[in-house]
């Protein structure tokens, strides 16, 4: 079997072998990404399996998904964050794409207001086909402090954010597509209430059907900021999400319980939310 597990070849088998290979691997995948089990279908009764033991349909079906992708999971707009995460569970991550991350080419950021910089992450992303790709594009432009300070910067500053927040959203919706168009999944991530939301370019992606929108209060997984006494206290950072994973919608719609006190993320505390927990 070659591409699954990771891009790892495994040697002469069987047919029966290698139809059981194939579960176990994506019966570790699964149980690594939180996923349940998959639904297994009457057992065959043909000799293709050696055994006579295994759904056909079902090992097909596993064939078709592992070619559709190579990676587990690639993130862009962030620095090793969950990819990093990834390998320490067993997962086979991508590129983590971020302007802290150097394009290998060149050895400069991966700065995505250059076009340049764009189609080579679309072509790395295009062979990588991870299973998951996480956006979580720059919120500057569309955040209610940008908005308040707007009138009291230089109309060409204002100009240029505005236009850069434009084209960083617009290039996680065609990466997100392209997910889309070919059997895989994404999740984008911005604050639940950046004016993003209200954007052509997310209510365009809303409208397909296969989308789902989800919002969750990030104290109720786990994140905390400091506090003025020295302490740490929760911190709400009420985050929404789309996502085409209902099992990932799922799992990402908690609301805050009301059964602790938060601290705001201001006063340099909104580096804190970059970071995020683990549910």
Same mark, same amino acid.
């Given at each position: 079997i070659e591409g699954a597990g990771?891009?790892?070849? =495994?040697?002469?088998? /069987? &047919?029966g072998e290698a139809d059981r290979r194939l579960l176990d691997i994506d019966r570790e995948r699964r149980q690594a990404m939180g996923l349940?089990?998959?639904p297994e279908g009457p057992p065959s009764t043909g000799s293709a399996n050696q055994g006579g033991d295994m759904d056909i349909g079902m090992i097909a079906n596993l064939a078709?998904?592992?070619? *559709?992708? !190579?990676? #587990? $999971?690639?993130? =862009?707009?962030?620095?090793? @964050? $969950?990819? /990093?995460?990834?390998?320490?569970?067993?997962? #086979?991550?991508?590129? /983590?794409?971020?302007?802290t991350e150097v394009d290998p080419i060149d050895r400069k950021p991966w700065d995505f207001v #250059?076009?340049?910089? @764009? +189609?080579? &992450?679309? #072509?790395?992303? !295009?062979? +990588?086909?991870?299973?998951?790709?996480?956006? /979580?594009?720059p919120c500057r432009s569309f955040n209610s402090l940008f908005a308040s300070n707007m009138s009291r910067m230089d109309p060409e500053q204002v100009k240029q954010i505005v236009a850069e927040g434009r084209i960083h959203m617009e290039f996680c919706? +065609?990466?997100y597509r392209e997910?889309?168009? !070919?059997?895989?999944?994404?999740? %984008? +991530? %911005?604050? &639940?209430y950046a004016s993003s939301w209200q954007t052509d370019i997310i209510e365009g992606?809303? *409208?397909?059907?296969?989308?789902?929108? =989800?919002t969750a209060d990030q104290c109720m997984y786990g994140l905390e900021t400091r506090t003025d006494d020295g302490g740490t206290a929760p911190a709400l950072n009420p985050t929404r999400f789309l996502t085409n994973s209902e099992p990932m919608a799922k799992l990402l719609r908690r609301r805050c319980d009301k059964s602790h006190v938060h601290q705001a993320l201001v006063s340099g505390r909104c580096a804190d939310a970059a970071f995020y927990p683990l549910p």
């Open positions: 990771g891009g790892q070849v =495994v040697g002469p088998m /069987s &047919a349940p089990p998959r078709i998904e592992y070619i *559709k992708y !190579n990676k #587990d $999971v690639s993130e =862009v707009y962030s620095p090793p @964050r $969950v990819c /990093s995460t990834a390998l320490k569970v067993g997962l #086979d991550p991508g590129t /983590s794409f971020d302007l #250059d076009p340049q910089k @764009r +189609e080579r &992450a679309r #072509d790395r992303i !295009n062979r +990588e086909k991870p299973f998951l790709l996480i956006g /979580s594009p919706i +065609e990466l997910q889309l168009r !070919n059997g895989r999944y994404f999740l %984008h +991530e %911005h604050p &639940a992606m809303m *409208k397909d059907p296969s989308v789902i929108r =989800v």
